[in-house]
């Protein structure tokens, strides 16, 4: 893939919003349900700095390989918490980690209503083919961009949301698995997600099955988009 520094600054800005989208929305949701760890270090804010200080790794580094290697960002961050309000409070736990998420569930209706809307009003057209960077189809010129950027804003939160429900230590998915769990089971299984060795093989495995799952999603995204259109 020919490397585009324009297209490569546009998905990195949407990137940047909307993982400090997720990573407030698990900050917010702590707060809210007792936790106030996130909100005292500074995590409760849509400013994306306190984030990438926190993550730097996650939210620099891999997004900017991920988009030369593969033309697609990938990346993560970290909300801190209080293990000990965790253990006590564990299905309220699980709703802090689904958060991250259905924020970008959000942000994926919200990509999608644009494209419906500008559809509705001939701004937009349904595209023949599709790709990451071309949910929605313009003409030349400030209706291409936009539909670019709305394409990017649709893909990449869905490509955030598949990655982190891998039910893997250390994705949401993982702690989301505790809310269905016995309390002698979640306690077990906790225990083990703290685990560095596992934390790193959930990251790798991960990393190695995200393909085979997000390419069958995206097609089943698009073709709830576009109802007919059949894409495969």
Do not use: C
């Not at 990251?203 to 069958?216: E, F, K, R, S, T």
Request: neutral net charge; hydrophobic residues 55%.
């Amino acid at each position: 893939m020919d490397f585009n520094p324009a297209l490569a600054v546009l998905w990195y800005a949407v990137f940047i919003i909307s993982l400090t989208f997720h990573e407030a929305a698990h900050a917010f949701t702590a707060l809210k349900l007792g936790d106030q760890t996130a909100y005292y270090q500074g995590q409760v804010t849509l400013d994306p700095i306190p984030h990438i200080r926190r993550s730097p790794f996650g939210m620099v580094l891999v997004p900017i390989l991920s988009f030369i290697l593969g033309g697609w960002m990938i990346g993560w961050a970290s909300a801190p918490y209080d293990p000990y309000w965790a253990q006590s409070n564990r299905r309220k736990a699980a709703l802090m980690a689904m958060a991250g998420p259905a924020a970008n569930f959000v942000l994926i209706l919200l990509a999608a209503l644009i494209i419906r809307v500008g559809i509705l009003l001939g701004f937009f057209q349904v595209p023949d083919q599709v790709s990451f960077n071309h949910i929605t189809a313009a003409d030349p010129g400030f209706a291409n961009a936009l539909s670019i950027l709305v394409s990017i804003l649709f893909s990449l939160n869905l490509v955030l949301l598949v990655f982190n429900l891998i039910p893997l230590p250390p994705l949401d998915g993982s702690s989301i698995l505790s809310f269905f769990l016995s309390d002698r089971a979640a306690q077990r299984y906790e225990a083990m997600l703290q685990e560095p060795a596992y934390r790193i093989v959930g990251l790798i495995i991960a990393w190695n099955v995200l393909g085979y799952i997000l390419y069958p999603v995206h097609t089943i995204a698009l073709n709830i988009l576009y109802p007919g259109a059949g894409y495969h």
